[in-house]
């Protein structure tokens, strides 16, 4: 199949990019400058595009594409507000309607963040929105505008936090605290979040390019395992051999109220639907992390 990733150097990107080589796919990877580490890849095509926001070129970058990931776009905490709907929003919908002009299936990652922050019980693909801040919301505008666009086939797919080799922000951040033996305040604890590994989110995403299926719908990607936070930890901590020092706390009195608070997503649509379940368990995905930091 021939293939266009945008964000391809990007966390996610990168790893996406060698998997569908690997697999056989003529990839055209979209990159903001030439990569070293792209061009090791057999059948990998490197398009430099630049900023987004003053891309004009879709309708001919994508031409002779079978299929589009699209993987670019301003992190959660980056950008001004103009930046993130220009990027997160616009962006992402002229790259779509170049797909819909050729005819192209568009894999969209979104983020389960357009749920909100927390919730009582595990989401599904139809739970409420809850927009509680400007990335969920650039997210939640840009799937709704792709929505509009009658005739796009369309695949979104929504993730939680993700982890891996190259991850960085608030992972690497507790990642780094407890390979340093930092005392934590979090063993009081008792809630579950779901995260899921770099390599389970590339599989999910290479099984909804291979299933027809999968187009028209949304689907929650996470590991089988959600973890509560004090679990999570002294999984890290176990992965970097490292163990994790945890000292109870009120959890009210924290300043970070998402560690405290449960965001489990239901999976089971995409494995009804499209037969997937991911092929890593979390310590796997906690072990090759741990081999990546230590290597760094």
């Known amino acids: 199949m021939r293939i266009a990733v945008t964000g391809a150097t990007g ?49 001919r970058t994508l031409d002779g594409m079978q299929a589009i990931v699209h993987l670019a776009g301003y992190a959660h905490g980056r950008g001004s507000d103009a930046a993130l709907d220009a990027v997160n929003v616009v962006a992402t919908r002229a790259a779509a309607d170049a797909a819909r002009e050729h005819g192209a299936h568009f894999v969209y990652l979104s983020s389960i963040k357009v749920h909100g922050e927390e919730s009582a019980a595990p989401l599904r693909e139809d739970s409420p929105l809850a ?18 666009l009658a005739g796009l086939r369309l695949t979104v797919l929504r993730p939680p936090l993700v982890y891996g080799a190259g991850v960085k922000a608030n992972f690497l951040a507790l990642a780094r605290a407890i390979a340093r033996g930092v005392p934590l305040p979090l063993a009081s604890i008792d809630n579950r979040r779901s995260v899921v590994y770099v390599g389970n989110v590339v599989d999910a995403i290479a099984r909804c390019l291979a299933e027809g299926r999968s187009v028209g719908r949304t689907y929650l990607v996470a590991d089988r395992e959600a973890p509560s936070t004090p679990a999570l930890c002294r999984a890290i901590g176990a992965a970097l051999e490292r163990p994790a020092r945890l000292f ?8 970070l109220k998402q560690l405290t608070r449960s965001l489990e997503a239901d999976t089971s649509a995409i494995g009804s639907e499209l037969g ?18 230590r290597g760094r």
């Open 11 to 59: 966390f996610i990107g990168r790893a996406l990019c060698a998997q569908l080589c690997g697999a056989g796919h003529a990839l055209r990877a979209l990159v903001r400058a030439p990569s070293r580490e792209l061009a090791s890849l057999a059948s990998c095509e490197q398009v430099a595009v630049g900023d987004l926001e003053n891309f004009r070129g879709w309708t």
């Open 248 to 255: 109870p706390f009120p959890p009210a009195w924290l300043p």
């Open 131 to 148: 927009l509680q801040e400007r990335y969920a919301r650039s997210k939640a505008a840009a799937e709704a505008a792709l929505r509009s």
């Open 276 to 293: 997937w379940q991911p092929p890593f368990a979390l310590q796997q995905g906690l072990r090759a992390t741990a081999l990546w930091y």
